[in-house]
Every structure is written in C-alpha cells, then in structure tokens.
C-alpha cells in the first residue's frame, strides 16, 4: 500500500486515497472538506475538518506509537449522517424495461463517504466519516412502513452516467438479469451494500459488481441481489473499513417497480 | 404449631418430623451449594448464551434458570431431612385465603408479570407510551412485580405490572420508521401550491427525513385566521431528536424567507358611537 509522507503545512491540492504519514502537520483537501491534522506531542494530534456543508470536526487523538499513519478511504454510504442499516436503495431516474430472459449489464456512477482511519499496528479505528456531497445523503423505507427496511438511499440517472465526481462517486458494474417469461418494468434495486469491497487507486474508487436477478419464486415475482467480487484490477488496492464484510441471503420481495 | 424449635437439646421437630442438629447442616449445605450452583449456572449463561438470544428473552431465561435451581435446592433439602409438607399444605390452605386477600394487588402484579413475559407487548430498549398512565419513556426490565420505564428527564418509573398489562400501550420502536407531523398556517391571500413546494424543500433539507416515502404536505383545514396545511415525514424510528425539535422551525424559516405570511388570530374591534341625547349640542 503506498505511502506519502506530508510535512509541509501548505495544502495538498492533488489529495489522493492512501495513507499518509503525519510529521508535523497535514492537509487534505477533498471537495467540500478540508482535513487539517497537527501533531501535539509523541502520543497525540490534532484533528480538523472543515465543511462547507456541515459544522466544522474537532477531535484530539492519542496514538500508541509516534508515527501517526492516517488512512483515508472510501467508504461503503452508509455511515453518514449515521450509520443505521446495511442496505442501500437504488431508485432509478427512469424506469428500465427488461425483456423476458434478456440481461442488461451498465455501470453506474455510486455514492461513496470518505472514511478518516488512523492505522497502528496493522490495526485501523475510524477517526471520522463524512460524504462530500451531504445534499444528496439520504434515507429511504424499502416496503411498508410496518415492516418494511430501512436503507441509504440514492437517486441514479440511467441515462446520463457522466456525472461521476472524485470522492463523491465510485463505479459499479450492475447486471439485471430476467428470468421470467415476461418484461418486467424495473424502478428500483435494494441490496446489502455491506456484502461489497471497495477499492481504490489515487483518486478512484470502484466497487464489486451487483448481480439482480428476476425470477418467480412460489408464484411471486422476486429479485434476488448478489454481490460479484471485481477482479482484473491490478494495482488497486482494497479500502480499510469498518463494518464487516457480510453475505446476506436478501431477495427483494416488497416490489421493483 | 407450625415449628417446635428446640424441644430437646440435639434434635428439632419440623413439621412434626424431628430432625437432628447433624441433618439440618447438611441442610443447610445443600442449599449454599444449590444457590452457588444457581449462581454459576446463571452467569455461565449471561455470559455465553445470552448474547446470542434477544434482550428480553435472555433476561426471563436468566431468572427461570436461578429461581428454578433455588426451587429444585429447596426441595431436595426438605426430601432429604424427610419433612412431611402435607402439615404445610393444611395450614398453608387457611394461611394462604388469609395471605391471598391480604396480597391481591402483589399477586394480580406477579401474574400480570408472568403473561407480560408471554405477551411481549414491548421488548427491552423500546419506546413505549402508556396512555391511561400519561407515561412515555424506554422500557427498562419486566420483572415479577412491577415494570421499568426510563422517562426522557432520566427518571425511572416503576409501573406495577397489572397496570401496563391492562393498559393500552403504544409501541413506538414497532417498525424502523416512525412518522412526524405537523400543522403549518399560512394567510389566505398565499398560493397553496407555492407554500407546499416551499415546506416539501424545506423538509427534504433535514437527512434523517426518507426521500421514500415521500414527505407529504396537504390542506388540512380552511381555519379561522389561516390555511392549515399538514406536514407528513417519515424518520428512521430513534432519530426523532434530530428532527422533531427543528422541523416547524426550519419550515417557517423557509417561509418567512419566501415572503408568505403565517397570520396568528385577529379580531376587528368597532367602536359604536354613544349615543346623544336629544336636543344636546356638540
């Protein structure tokens, strides 16, 4: 994994993912945030973060060793403004027809939230999480309200996949394959977003491909979401997280549409 | 009587059976070790099985599994100093009319405990409003008798078990998502549709609003002073402090900012002329 060491106290305007050594003071710029880190003594540093969308971070951190290592990752989108659930849900702009037993495969651009870590033998702790674009950080029910679940929440143009903002966006690979007989309308995709890894190199992120796949179980019409590890990616390297990776058996059976 | 402690120096007469000084030890000792026994078996299980089972069902299992080996401890010490209970049964029967009228409410309460435990109306953790009772907090611990609640100033009510059970009681932590409302009023002369497009903006700000379901924001009433629109949002179901105290207030900023009247009552006072009397002159 590479490392950059920063002693200057100007700011870095090429911020890329990574780790960095803290000498004596930091800066990072991402869009929207700033970080500042200072060092206080052998044990301790300053941590600064100043939004434009939010109230400025302020935290004193005390490390077991003297070389402070800072981490900064992409983050699976679920930690900001709270982490709250492992499920995300997509809502497409436009509604997708598939035509029975066809696959549509499209990469689309997919909100991530940065992750701050400060790394100490080979142990990460997460100093602080943010997404740098707030405006659009959101929640959202999948089902009814007496028992339905609750998920992050996107808004994603089929149409128009330009718009994909460093640190704001990584890239997924999603796959709708229709099994049934029949076209079916597709509006919306859930899926447990913590079965997914993320990767990153300089200033990108991408994440393990999503595979829905449309088929009729006991007469209903489900879609059941499976992550696909990405492979081929040589030279990127996979983020520090938080949360556990997990394999959760969800199928969407409240509707797609 | 009941107990004839002490008629002769080295036995003891129990429920009419004489026990030597020797046999009651060994009473005694077999229930220290029926309790320590309680005591082991009942952390073994908090501490390796418990996490793995739900909040409330942990906590019941924790005291059947102590109270029982306290129970079965009991018994096998009357067994084995051979103590006839059925004197205990006779006079346990009138003791027990005597004891049941003087302990009605304790035991309607322990009953009461025992099918909230079956029940579950609630569980450990959540939200919960007893209306009759005017109580609204976090349920703390069921036990046999009474229930716990954590009140919002950090107080802890303790509610006798046959008033929750009785009680209709409102489970807020039910689903994921609970549901804010709130009444906006705005001045007759202001266009509805604008003032609705401004509050939806407005309420879309906050990020613990859904985006699914929608907020949603109607005519409620054609009122004296004002056009009464409500505001329905749905919130994941803990976040209530992070919405609820600033909803109104960042919707009438909003308002206020778009230049859109929200009136308060006026009444218009006329004053009538006294009346002159005739012939008078200014």
Redesign the interface.
Known sequence: MSTSNFQSSTANEHTDFGKYILRDKLSLNLPNNEIICTRLNDTSFSYKRDSQETDPVKKVIHSQTADFEIGLMPLLPIH???Y?TDFF?M?FTEQMYISQHSVAEMLISFPIDIGVFLVENDKAGLLDSFSCD??N??????GP??????CK?V?IPIEDQSVQQPFVHTQIKLRIANELDEGVMVGKIVFPVTDHKLYYKHSSAVMDGLTATIKSRIGVTVVDTVQNPISGIEGWMQALRDVQVTDYKFSMEKGFD | MVFDIFSDSTTVNILGSELSLGSIIIGIIIMIVGVTIARVVSTVFKKYFAANLPDNTAKSLHKLIYYGIIIISLLAVTTSQGIDLSGLMVAGGIFGIVIGFATQSVVSNAISGIFLMFDRPAKTGDLIEIKSSNIYGRLMDVTVFSTRIRMFDGSIMRVPNEKVFTSEIRNVS????R?IEGIVGIAYKEDVDQAIEIIKKSVA?N???????APNVWTEQLADSSVNLKVLT???RD?WD?VGPVLLKNIKKDIDDAGIEIPFPQRTIWYGEPKKPKGETP
């Open positions: 900001v403004p709270s709250k849900f809502r707030m405006t950080s959101r929640f959202a029910l999948y309200p007496d028992n339905g679940k609750l929440y808004q | 039910g689903s994921e998502v549901r700000k990020p613990y609003i859904l985006r699914e379901p749905w919130i994941p976040e992070h």
